[in-house]
């Protein structure tokens, strides 16, 4: 009898799925995002798009990169098109040595893992350490692909408070000593200390030492990831956590901001032992990273200023947050709060009260500018007054009449909510239904 009565649908799955029943329990953290709808109406010409995190790669030197790419096929072909080794190529964890010293970073090759973007580091690292139900700590919000992985390998995510200068030590403190407490295993915490995706903001130089204090006393990894490091606009990079940690810290990197994400090409430089499993997981995903991308980074980065290169990325990506900050400043009503980013590529804005930025987005939409509601940076549901901007990619007028959009969306929702009172639902409740992984976010 049984077998006739209908069976549960996981969630994200449609009837249409006939694989349903068959599917391992983690997929049900797999879900496409509901506004990931919106985001195909988004990415039309006529709307402009705040949501994307796609660096903007139109200065890169494509004559230099093709010619280093054509020269590599020619000269060592036969090596960039064959299988490499599990770890990555020797020559390239040298480079990446050498670009981890610019944030104070003394490591040996030895321990580099290259990995598939920094993305996969992330997936690499929650993979052999975490079971289904440990705890990972990430700040509050947090970067929506690491949360996809947490949710995939079934980890419980803990949200810490973050405020203008990062991850709240306090706070840290509070919510390990309440975990342990519980009697329940944390894995890692894992944070964005340099121009937070999606909050904008930096773990001051200050908090830097106590966070890795607080996290060698509990016995917690600290999970590092960085790609936006050296794109402070005014400033000096930061130094890595990992710079003076080298025991309880894995830190993870990119060339997808400082070069060009087609090439896949991020790191991991982990604890000696640490290091030879994210081999042996790395062999197990993928035998090894692939060999043309690592030797077209390793021989663009011999061959190009690449230095000068993130320079002019810096001054670009500067005049693109000067553009947001100055459209805010001069258009947004006066209860909407924003952080002024120091680098990278996001500002993370509140609403006025009682404001539901998910709910505000089709209409948002419709008015032809689009952004990523903060609820889609949560694992718990809230965010629902927050919306991650970002300016990376628009020209600065584009921002600006992206800007004076998303503010006439606001003012209508302001005065639908004086007409009819509670005409959108109130934060938090009203974020409730995480959206979910989406990989069309970055
Ligand atoms: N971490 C953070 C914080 C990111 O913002 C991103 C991409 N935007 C990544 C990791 C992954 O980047 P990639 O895989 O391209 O290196």
């Known amino acids: ?17 006939g694989y349903v029943d068959r599917y391992a329990a983690r997929t049900r953290g797999m879900t496409a995002s509901e506004i990931r709808a919106l985001f195909s109406v988004a990415s039309r010409p006529e709307v402009v798009s705040l949501a994307g995190g796609m660096p903007n790669i139109s200065g890169l030197p494509l004559d230099v990169v093709g010619d280093a790419v054509e020269e590599l096929v020619r000269a060592r072909g036969t090596v960039a098109m064959q299988y490499g080794s599990g770890q990555g190529d020797p020559r390239l964890r040298e480079q990446i040595c050498d670009v981890m010293r610019l944030e104070g970073i003394e490591a040996h090759p030895d321990d580099v893992v290259v990995t598939v973007g920094s993305q996969q580091a992330v997936d690499l690292v929650t993979r052999i350490f975490c079971d289904p139900g440990d705890v990972v700590i990430c700040e509050a919000p947090s970067y929506v692909g690491a949360l996809g992985v947490f949710k995939a390998y079934e980890c419980d995510v803990v949200h810490v408070e973050m405020d203008e200068h990062g991850l ?24 964005i200390p340099n121009y937070h995706n999606p909050a904008g903001v930096s773990l001051s130089p200050h908090r830097r030492p106590e966070i890795l204090e607080i996290c060698r006393e509990a016995d917690v990894l600290v999970l590092e990831d960085n790609p936006y490091g050296l794109l402070g606009f005014d400033e ?46 790395q062999e197990s995903a993928t035998l090894c990273p692939p060999s043309f991308s690592q030797l ?13 290169q993130v320079k002019q990325f810096r001054e670009m990506y500067r005049e693109r947050r000067d553009a947001m900050v100055e459209a805010l400043d001069d258009m947004m009503p006066a209860a909407a709060r924003w952080n002024v980013p120091t680098g990278g590529f996001y500002v993370w804005l509140t609403l006025p009260p009682g404001l539901d930025a998910k709910a505000m987005l089709p209409r948002a939409v419709t008015s032809r500018v689009a952004f990523v509601p903060g609820t889609a940076f949560f694992a718990d549901g809230f965010g629902s007054q ?20 998303l503010v006439g969306v606001i003012e209508e ?17 009203a974020g409730r239904g995480y959206d979910g992984p989406h990989t069309d976010l970055t």
């Not at 894995?250 to 087609?262: H, M, R, V, W």
């Not at 077209?296 to 000068?308: C, F, K, M, N």
């Open 296 to 308: 077209a980074v390793s021989a663009y980065l011999e061959r190009h200023d690449w230095r000068g």
């Open 386 to 405: 927050s919306m991650r901007l970002s300016y990376c990619y628009p020209t600065p007028e584009r921002i600006r009449e992206g800007v004076r959009r």
């Open 168 to 191: 709240v030590p306090q706070a840290l403190r509070d919510a390990i000593a309440h975990v342990q407490a519980a009697g329940r295993r944390i894995k890692f915490v894992y944070t």
């Open 236 to 281: 000096e990079p930061y130094r890595a956590l990992r710079a003076d940690e080298a025991d309880g810290v894995i830190y993870l990197g990119s060339f997808s901001k400082t070069f060009a994400p087609g090439f896949r090409v991020g790191w991991a430089l982990a604890p000696h032992a640490v290091r030879e499993k994210l081999v042996l997981a």
């Open 1 to 17: 009898m049984s077998e006739h009565l209908p069976r549960p649908r996981p969630s994200g799955s449609t009837r249409l799925d």
């Open 413 to 429: 929702e302001l005065e639908l909510r004086e007409t009819f009172g509670t005409a959108v639902p109130l934060a938090p409740e």
